[in-house]
Antibody, heavy 120, light 110 residues
């Protein structure tokens, strides 16, 4: 079955970077783009960016531009999201989600999320 | 990009119908049919309920329906059941080639 398995929880100090992985299975990885979405405690979902897993092209939210890098390894069917210059406000659950439909219209399969805690 | 506007909470009794609105602008909801809805029970990942304004993925009950008029999209849940209690988020593609989510709506089934 289609599945996205994310890496485990992380605890980071302010100023550090974190890299979260998302391994896809059950479908052809390069046929679907991948979104990254985060959710701070008690807050709304927030779109961070996405990657065309076929050619590697990316698009980022202006809010995270310059701090986020989304990459993929097609041989491992894995997408990655790296966020740098971490601050306490980046404490959140980070989700990967497969893009589905015309122009990646929606996010049809989600990973279980990776909790990132930023604390000194 | 500002978040789409949703009511913070809605409620209904089992068997009733509720509608959750999602208001954007002509730069997102009003100009694109890439509007989707997600259900998120506490402590779990979101689940796709409606895509491209009104399409239901397989496995989603037909009690869930979506529509759009102008800059406002709506999710209607008919025949409310206790298991429908969750947070609901809308999302839309934007003219900046990005996506934006709503602020979320907490549905309480009384």
């Amino acid at each position: 079955q289609v599945q996205l398995v994310q890496s485990g929880a992380e605890v980071k100090k302010p100023g550090a970077s974190v890299k979260v992985s998302c391994k896809a299975s059950g479908y052809t990885f390069t046929s679907y783009a991948m979104h990254w979405v985060r959710q701070a405690p008690g807050q709304r979902l927030e779109w961070m960016g996405w990657i065309n897993t076929g050619d590697g092209n990316t698009k980022y939210s202006q809010k995270f531009q310059g701090r986020v890098t989304i990459t993929r390894d097609t041989s491992a069917s894995t997408a990655y999201m790296e966020l740098s210059s971490l601050r306490s406000e980046d404490t959140a659950v980070y989700y990967c989600a497969r893009a589905y439909g015309s122009g990646g219209a929606c996010m049809d399969v989600w990973g279980k999320g990776t909790t990132v805690t930023v604390s000194s | 990009q500002s978040a789409l506007t949703q009511p913070p909470s809605v409620s209904g009794s089992p068997g009733q119908s509720v509608t959750i609105s999602c208001t954007g602008t002509s730069s997102d909801v009003g100009n694109y049919n890439r509007v989707s809805w997600y259900q998120q029970p506490p402590g779990t990942a979101p689940k796709l309920m409606i895509y491209e304004v009104s399409n239901r993925p397989s496995g989603v009950p037909d009690r869930f329906s979506g529509s759009k008029s102008g800059n406002t999209a709506s999710l209607t849940i008919s025949g409310l059941q206790t298991e429908d209690e969750a947070d609901y988020y809308c999302s839309s593609y934007t003219s900046s080639s990005t996506w934006v989510f709503g602020g979320g709506t907490k549905l309480t089934v009384l």
